[in-house]
């Protein structure tokens, strides 16, 4: 199952695991029910079928393959920092964790930063709008699947794009449930 947790306000590496002092665990129906951050294991290796049919049932028609690691990707740490800017698309963000491990960000209404932690079979769907950051553990490698809806959109829109049409409807979305 997947971890997730409030973040402390160290801004230092980002590779470590901010949690706080104590701890502040979040389960997957909080981010569900605060962030709309959907969730789900599929075991690569075994579950091939279960990834079908998510793909169906939610018109995912494209992917491609990512592969994080400093040894294979040129300008890695620059890579690295543009991941971790906090942004939105206009699209929902879809990761499949196939090898290795990494961290989404994503924020609470109120502001506060929660860090999922996600490893090989984790799932995370991040809707469109929602404020988040990318960056690896400290083991610096991932791979991972990156599935769309359509042709694959790629343009993160850094904070502030509060103005933007994705990103109100997101906050109103959340905003009429509480």
């Known amino acids: 199952m997947v971890k997730a947790w409030l973040m402390d306000n160290c801004l230092e590496n980002q590779f470590l ?17 605060k962030t709309g951050v959907l969730y789900c294991k599929i075991d690569p290796d075994l579950e091939k079928e279960k990834l079908e049919t998510l793909k169906i ?9 990512i592969e994080l690691d400093p040894e294979k990707l040129p300008n890695f740490d620059q890579a690295m920092k543009k ?17 290795g491990s990494g961290y989404f960000d994503v924020r609470f ?3 506060d930063w ?3 932690s996600l490893e ?7 809707p ?14 991932v791979k991972a699947m990156r599935l769309f809806i359509g042709e694959p959109v790629w343009t993160p829109y ?13 906050v109103k979305y959340f905003r009429e449930r509480i």
Request: no cysteine; glycine share 4%.
């Open 109 to 111: 209404p109120n502001e």
């Open 114 to 116: 929660v860090r999922i």
């Open 120 to 126: 090989k079979g984790d799932l995370i769907v991040l």
């Open 57 to 65: 049932d939610r018109g995912y028609t494209y992917e491609d393959i």
């Open 158 to 170: 850094y904070r502030p794009s509060d103005e933007m049409e994705v990103r109100q409807n997101y």
């Open 17 to 33: 695991e901010h949690q706080r002092s104590p701890p502040v665990p979040v389960t997957i129906e909080e981010l569900k029910s």
């Open 128 to 141: 469109a709008g929602i404020y988040h950051r990318f960056t690896l553990d400290s083991k610096k490698y």
């Open 83 to 99: 991941f971790y800017e906090e942004h939105i698309h206009t699209d929902e963000e879809i990761r499949y964790i196939l090898e």
